[in-house]
């Protein structure tokens, strides 16, 4: 789907307003290892925005949670390969959670552990572990004001 250059900035303002970008671990299929991945997470209480954004990037929306006045909280959490499709999409137009987006695209050019040997897989694994707890200080922060640079 073609997404216009408006659609993208405000995609971003949602994200920066009312979302979350973070990565996540897994346990993987063999034992000891683990995967990392993205996941960027909206959650609000208006379903438009949520909808728009899930019918453009995919993802899983849920609404089982109610705000203290009743209001319906829908969660759209978009994973992997599609997440990070969306943040280079957006990425130019994020104010707030820009580092963060940096971050998932440094993940994502570690490269596999496959074939390695176990000292370069124990050094694949400190720098998946690395970049996802910088993830999570830019995330505590005022969405990364304090850290520092972009990391693009």
């Known amino acids: 789907m073609n997404i216009s250059e408006t659609d993208k900035a ?3 303002g949602l994200i920066d307003g009312e979302g979350s970008i973070c ?3 897994a346990n993987s299929k063999k034992v000891g290892t683990h995967n990392y991945g993205a996941v960027v997470q909206i959650r609000m209480t208006n379903k438009e925005p949520v909808y728009f ?3 453009r990037y995919g993802g899983i929306v849920k609404h089982h949670n109610r705000t203290s006045k009743g209001k319906i909280i829908y969660d759209l959490k978009i994973y992997s390969h599609n997440a990070v499709s969306l943040l280079k ?3 130019q137009y994020l104010q707030c959670k820009g580092r963060q ?3 998932v695209f440094a993940l994502y050019k570690v490269e596999p552990a496959y074939g390695k040997t176990a000292d ?3 050094l694949i694994e400190l720098e998946r572990i690395r970049l996802m707890s910088l993830c999570q200080r830019l995330n505590k922060t005022s969405h990364g004001i304090n850290i520092g640079g972009r990391y693009d």
């Open 120 to 122: 370069e897989k124990e």
């Open 101 to 103: 987006a940096g971050v």
């Open 10 to 12: 405000y995609i971003a």
């Open 53 to 55: 954004v899930a019918e």
């Open 23 to 25: 990565i996540l671990k």
């Open 89 to 91: 999409d957006i990425n």
